[in-house]
């Protein structure tokens, strides 16, 4: 996962409306994306196909979307987010969240009005926890 979501597990105060995955773009996974959306009941689609990268899932029944891209601005490949990707429980399933690091990375990439929007609040985020990491407390309250 990436994104605002992720952002948000790591403890971002951020909001989004739909959740985004970083995937390799395989013809399998490709094949996964379709099953997924039969299994949700959902939709699923390349909006911006081929020049994204992006394939989206949405179930109209209750405004269910999950974006699913094969690329991401700012990074330097699937593999690199993966190995530092923390590994969260959620119900009882195993989620990898990208890196705060790399979130922001990728946003400020982007460039999006909207990734830079939030950029503030996730580097004072990701401030906060290395500050926390290195057992200062000072930086700790500097969103105060």
Same mark, same amino acid.
């Given at each position: 996962?990436?994104?605002? #979501?992720?952002? #948000?597990?790591?403890?971002?105060? =951020?909001?989004?409306?739909? *959740?985004? &995955? ?7 996974? *490709? ?5 997924? /959306? ?36 700012? *990074?330097?490949? &699937?593999?690199? =987010?993966?190995?530092?990707?923390? =590994?969260?429980? *959620? ?6 969240? /990208? ?10 990439? /982007? ?11 996730? !580097? ?5 926890? !290395? ?12 969103? !105060?």
């Amino acid at each position: 996962m990436i994104g605002n #979501a992720a952002a #948000a597990l790591h403890g971002a105060p =951020v909001t989004t409306l739909d *959740v985004d &995955f970083f995937i390799p773009k395989t013809p399998t996974n *490709v094949r996964k994306l379709k099953k997924v /959306a039969g299994a949700l009941g959902a939709t699923a689609f390349a909006p911006f196909y081929p020049v994204s990268g992006m394939f989206r899932l949405i179930r109209d029944v209750d405004g269910l979307q999950l974006d699913f891209m094969t690329r991401i601005e700012g *990074v330097s490949s &699937f593999n690199s =987010v993966r190995a530092k990707a923390a =590994v969260v429980d *959620v119900d009882g399933e195993k989620l990898l969240i /990208a890196d705060l690091a790399d979130i922001i990375a990728s946003k400020r990439a /982007a460039g999006r009005p909207k990734d830079l929007a939030v950029l503030h609040e996730l !580097e004072s985020t990701l401030e906060e926890q !290395e500050a926390q990491r290195r057992g200062d407390p000072a930086g700790a309250s500097e969103r !105060e």
